[in-house]
């Protein structure tokens, strides 16, 4: 762990993670992983079991919550499980606690997103939550970009977008997969004390007890 954070003197930009970061989604997502559940005649799963299988994009989700699944039952539940999703996108997903006054006193340094969510469901979720005009940059999971914890989206931003370098950009997650993308691209990563950071093995940079200390 490193010293007092300074991050706002430390760092020209910072790249956040979606999901257990900036926004509690994961009622949501246990509706939709349900629903498709429910079409296999398969019992509903608790909350904290399918939160321990985000993180990893749509694929992984439904390979973790459904089992092993031959190639085209799996795409067929994947395209079903995004359906769903879309569907209840945010239902009941919100933002953490001072997320906004946060975005807002970061306004003069360079922010985007970067989650394994599909790409549509993040700008949406972000435009209907009302901050998706904070970010230069939002980055979903799509074909054209391998997800985390591959660092190429993560260099993209902040060598294409930020046009600045690793060790002055920080990656803020919740959850071992930010740490690995960080660590694969070079760069610190503070890690919120919310969403999946309980379940959490590796050791991040800075532990944030409350995001809103990124202000300080």
């Not at 979606?18 to 079409?39: E, H, M, S």
Request: charge should be negative.
């Amino acid at each position: 762990m490193r010293g007092p954070g300074r991050f706002k003197e430390r760092f020209d930009g910072f790249v956040f993670d979606l999901d257990g970061t900036l926004v509690d989604t994961f009622v949501d997502i246990q509706t939709a992983i349900n629903l498709v559940r429910r079409d296999l005649s398969l019992p509903p799963l608790d909350l904290e079991t399918v939160t321990l299988c985000v993180g990893n994009g749509a694929r992984q989700l439904v390979r973790k919550t459904i089992g092993d699944l031959d190639a085209g039952e799996e795409a067929r539940l994947v395209g079903l499980f995004r359906t769903y999703y879309r569907q209840h996108l945010h239902d009941c997903s919100r933002l953490y606690p001072n997320v906004i006054s946060t975005l807002d006193s970061l306004s003069g340094h360079k922010l985007a997103v970067l989650s394994n969510k599909p790409h549509e469901p993040c700008v949406e979720l972000l435009r209907a939550l009302g901050i998706l005009d904070r970010f230069l940059i939002v980055r979903g999971q799509d074909d054209r970009w391998p997800s985390k914890p591959d660092p190429q989206s993560l260099l993209f931003i902040v060598r294409d977008v930020f046009q600045t370098v690793p060790e002055r950009t920080l990656m803020v997650g919740d959850w071992d997969t930010d740490v690995f993308t960080a660590r694969n691209a070079g760069m610190p990563c503070a890690i919120v004390r919310t969403g999946m950071s309980r379940f959490m093995g590796a050791v991040p940079d800075w532990y944030l007890d409350d995001i809103v200390e990124l202000s300080r």
